[in-house]
């Protein structure tokens, strides 16, 4: 086990590398960090010099990326465009964004595994047939159309909910955006389930544990669901860096101060150290959580046991 | 989830009544292709003590009897359309979902082919025989492991105490089958169905596995319903045979007499394809041809696509055998049985003269 | 229903190490198709008669024809790619002409769909919006199915240092988070045309498709005809190309439909996010976009645009989902 871990770690090393250095030489090389500074206006050529100097701009990309990750490792980010650390923007970014992740895991945990194990037990039933066409269609309409119309329905017209959440992003403004950050991710553990299920019902074991007279509710939760959640849970584990990366448009319709708004707000003005140190942390997590997924894949299935 | 311990009321029976007696069983498969008629009118009966040997290539339908009567058939797309199952008695096919479910594993057991498949991967194989327990007999965490690791002892497998926290993939193969058997053997049931028990096992370990079913068999006088392709393996332990085709018995006998003389082609057929030491050098014979597709049986003697004898026979095309007494307690479902005894008879006399 | 591995699902993260498609926010279904195709091949069904022997192709013709969610979304399509290329042929309106007289104003004879915020024909702007997002979908599909096949089937052929290099690369790119990465790309790389969307599209997508090929040919490489054409002293090339390419053909057209509708959800979304196409291009995205601020005051704007970007994308998955249905020889 340690040694797989660490064989992982080791492999993560060129993609976080590669992805960073990737993101770097889009925003350094391809943009222009000290033309965005002044927005509109045209630099005075001293002052753009002197940051120039001060940005390391002047040196090759190379030494610009390892100086940048060289103060990464020292918790520091750079500043952003009005004059604010980059962490302390992270630091009021990512508990938000932490938390509209939370509520939208929960959705589909919820809803998407309960939505699977009902059809994946009744194929071929209307409910499944039904089912099965919706999760088509909300795969099918982007978040953004799912969002707004979900928000003029729900905050504008019925007002159940705030259209837009407020700054400190309590839990009960988040359910609405955390279902709509869901709604696709919650259509495939559906159908993951489903088929998951499916496939598990007509397993040897399944047959012998009818065979043993076990009453059918124990076989279903203890022999068919045991196994059939395995690639669900896992799925679900990956779905969260997935998903933190992925609020960027959530967070925009809902007006949501996370890291995809920070982001958006960054990407916009060109600002280098604010867009590089969110998508390096993202980044991070993504991996990260891939490798516990890896982790927690061995815990569930007794059979993969890594040298 | 544990039930009270069940009990299954036993009608008055005497002792030549026999434990199963299947009759006129049909199962037929609903697919998008068609119906596919899988087992097309079986009849047969197991005492208690004794073994049968259902006999037949894959597809003859001597696994799908199995299932319907043990009631693990998968519906849809398979049904059981027409017939009785008997269990001391009492016709398995009218019971409650809920008094059959008390009688599977309790009083029938399967054992599966592949106990690597047939056992769960992701619980402990602890968890899995003590589960009969705690689910038949309402017995505490605690009865069940302390069964568990007894069963486990009873099968021979060493070091029950450390191996009961182990999973199936842990086992060698042959220790997995015992790991089956043990949990088939765990209620004590009165009717065992093995289906293939020993065809995912080397040469070796199948004598042990088959050796150890007996033996238990014998201890508890259960009645065994062993079914195979093996040859081999049906002479060393089982009482009766009966060869299926076509989701058809086509014939029974005790078990050597059908090693002597066959009375059907296709049994005759099965027995040449075994690689015998005393033919060596010649030939081995194969039965020609393929087995008929279930959705479409041939009218007349399902075999006579493949059988040298109803070459040229009006009777064989259209005339569906029924499976008839010959002599000495056997049957066969051949028109000319007489023909196909008399030649091996004869064969066999001058082997040994 | 079949019980096969479904396409809009993503399978097993454990089996293809990255998972489903980076952080697309609901643009990872042609990643997730990807690892269910290279995913391990299902049981084999139990029991149950043979069917007749068919080809593939036909065989799936003969099953396409019958799916009445197949004919529906290539009708969709039919028409989609109709109006692509003649929109005048519904609509005599420009859809650039503004009134600003009109604006935001409801429907009215002539005007079904009604007035955008600049006064523009809501009807023609829907009809004229589709070329932008079938071309982008369109250019950026063939691209990534070139590219990635290309790259992925040398991967599988050749394996050893060729191939760990491309998963490497592949897992980099499976790391960027993909609107995140979008709208850094073409917030730097800009201009009027279509391409950088579509260069941006095949950047990130190649390795969804690499991977899918390089697993059938894994997979091929290592069947009986194709040792047996091996010793018979077939060369290379000639072998990926008559015996191992057709294997792979199959899964990487299930996966170009489905992308092809991802994508076109990509673009809209990128434009939405004012770094896709802009205007004077016609693109849903963009409308809706400008429509999202005014979803109070006039909430046809917004609709009409999404129905039809929805419906587009919902044709195309469908349609790739009734394909691969057709295709999968699992089923069989």
């Not at chain 1, 059809?119 to 269609?137: A, K």
């Not at chain 3, 279904?29 to 192709?57: F, M, V």
């Not at chain 3, 609107?179 to 045309?193: A, D, E, M, P």
Request: charged share 15%; hydrophobic share 50%; net charge positive.
């Amino acid at each position: 086990m340690g040694r797989y871990v660490i064989r992982r770690l080791l492999q993560m090393i060129p993609v976080f590398i590669g992805s960073t250095f990737l993101i770097f030489f889009m925003v350094y090389a391809l943009g222009d960090p000290v033309a965005a500074l002044f927005g509109d206006r045209a630099p005075d050529p001293a002052t753009a010099a002197q940051i120039r100097r001060d940005l390391h701009l002047n040196d090759s990309l190379g030494e610009q990326y390892l100086i940048y990750m060289r103060n990464i490792f020292t918790g520091d980010f750079g500043t952003a465009f009005n004059g604010q650390a980059v962490t302390s923007l992270m630091g009021s970014a990512f508990p938000v964004t932490i938390r509209l992740t939370l509520v939208a895991v929960v959705f589909e945990v919820v809803i998407g595994i309960a939505l699977g194990v009902v059809t994946g037990l009744r194929r071929g039933r209307p409910v499944d047939t039904g089912v099965l066409l919706l999760t088509l269609v909300v795969i099918s309409v982007p978040t953004f159309v799912t969002g707004y119309v979900l928000q003029y329905i729900f905050g504008v017209r019925l007002r159940w909910t705030a259209p837009s959440v407020s700054p400190s992003a309590p839990v009960g403004e988040l359910l609405l955006p955390g279902l709509v950050l869901a709604l696709v991710s919650l259509a495939y553990v559906t159908r993951l389930t489903r088929t998951s299920i499916a496939e598990n019902t007509r397993a040897d074991y399944v047959r012998t544990a009818v065979a043993k007279g076990l009453p059918q509710r124990r076989v279903i939760v203890r022999h068919l669901l045991r196994n059939s959640l395995i690639p669900v849970v896992t799925f679900i584990g990956t779905d969260i860096g997935a998903l933190m990366g992925g609020a960027i448009v959530t967070e925009r319709i809902f007006n949501i101060h996370g890291v995809g708004f920070q982001l958006y707000q960054g990407i916009l003005r060109n600002n280098a150290p604010t867009v590089v140190g969110f998508v390096t942390i993202l980044v991070l997590v993504f991996l990260i959580a891939n490798l516990l997924v890896d982790l927690l894949y061995a815990v569930l299935d007794p059979r993969i046991r890594y040298a | 989830m544990a039930t009270s311990p069940d009990l299954v009321p036993t009608p008055a029976q005497t002792p030549a009544d026999p434990l199963l007696d299947v009759r006129d069983l049909h199962v037929e498969f609903r697919t998008r292709d068609g119906v596919a008629k899988a087992v097309n009118g079986v009849n047969y009966t197991v005492h208690a003590g004794e073994t049968l040997a259902v006999l037949g290539e894959s597809g003859s339908g001597k696994s799908v009897t199995a299932q319907a009567i043990m009631g693990i058939l998968d519906t849809p797309p398979g049904f059981v359309t027409r017939g009785q199952v008997l269990f001391q008695g009492r016709d398995l096919l009218t019971m409650s979902a809920e008094e059959r479910r008390k009688v599977r594993g309790a009083r029938i057991a399967m054992i599966f082919q592949d106990a690597l498949s047939a056992l769960n991967p992701v619980l402990t194989v602890g968890e899995q025989l003590g589960e009969m327990f705690r689910v038949h007999r309402g017995a505490s965490r605690k009865e069940a492991r302390a069964k568990a690791i007894e069963l486990m002892d009873r099968v021979r497998i060493p070091a029950a105490r450390d191996r009961v926290r182990d999973y199936p993939h842990q086992f060698s193969g042959g220790m997995r089958q015992r790991v089956m058997i043990a949990m088939a053997m765990a209620l004590e049931p009165d009717l065992i169905i093995a289906d293939e028990p020993t065809t995912a096992l080397d040469v070796t370990v199948q004598a042990q596995v088959m050796d150890l079913l007996a033996e238990l068999q014998r201890e508890f006088t259960m009645g065994l319903i062993l079914i195979t392709h093996d040859l081999g393996v049906v002479a060393d332990v089982a009482d009766k045979i009966a060869v299926m085709y076509a989701g058809r018995i086509v014939e029974t006998a005790p078990v050597h007499d059908i090693y002597r003389a066959p009375a059907h082609p296709y049994t005759r057929g099965l027995l040449r394809s075994i690689p015998r030491l005393d033919r060596k050098g010649r030939e081995l014979y194969a039965i020609k041809g393929l087995p008929p597709s279930l959705l479409h049986i041939p009218p007349g003697c399902p075999f006579h696509p493949r059988c040298a004898q109803a070459r040229g026979r009006e009777l064989c095309r259209s005339d569906l055998p029924a499976l008839l007494p010959v002599v000495g307690g056997r049957a066969s479902a051949c028109h000319f049985w007489k023909e196909t005894l008399g030649d091996d008879n004869a064969a066999a006399d001058r082997a040994g003269a | 229903m079949p019980d096969a591995q479904d396409p809009l699902e993503p399978v097993d993260p454990h089996q293809a190490v990255a998972p489903a498609g980076g952080y697309g926010g609901g643009f990872d279904l042609a990643a997730a198709d990807a690892q269910i195709l290279e995913g391990p091949a299902g049981r084999a069904q139990d029991g149950g008669p043979l069917a007749k022997p068919r080809s593939l192709w036909s065989d799936a013709w003969h099953d396409l024809r019958r799916n009445p969610i197949f004919i529906v979304s290539a009708l969709i399509i039919l028409f989609l790619l109709f109006i692509v290329i003649w929109p005048q042929a519904i609509t005599t309106q420009d859809p650039l002409k503004a009134n600003l007289a009109m604006s935001q104003a409801g429907p009215s004879a002539g005007h079904p769909f009604g007035f955008d915020n600049q006064g523009r024909d809501v009807y023609t702007r829907v009809v004229y919006g589709a070329r932008a997002s079938v071309s982008v979908g369109l250019c950026a599909t063939i691209g990534v199915v070139l590219a990635g096949s290309a790259l992925g089937a040398l991967a599988g052929y050749f394996g050893g240092w060729w191939d760990a290099v491309l998963s490497r690369i592949s897992d980099i790119f499976f790391g960027i988070p993909v609107i995140l990465g979008g709208l850094v790309f073409l917030s730097v790389v800009t201009n009027s045309t279509i391409w950088p969307v579509v260069g941006f599209m095949v950047l990130l997508g190649w390795p969804q498709v690499a991977r899918i090929a390089r697993g059938s040919v894994i997979t091929a490489r290592q069947n009986d005809y194709v040792l047996a054409a091996r010793a018979l002293g077939a060369g290379d090339s000639r072998l990926l190309l008559r015996h191992i390419a057709p294997n792979a053909v199959a899964p990487v057209i299930v996966v170009g439909t489905i992308a092809l509708g991802t994508y076109i959800a990509l673009e809209a979304t990128l434009s939405y996010l004012g770094v896709g196409l802009r205007p004077p291009t016609v693109s849903w995205g963009i409308d809706i976009s400008d429509a999202s601020n005014q979803i109070r005051n006039a909430p046809h704007m917004l609709l009409w645009p999404a129905g039809a970007l929805s419906l587009t994308v919902l044709a195309f998955i469908m349609l790739g989902d009734a394909v691969r249905d057709a295709l999968d020889p699992k089923l069989r």
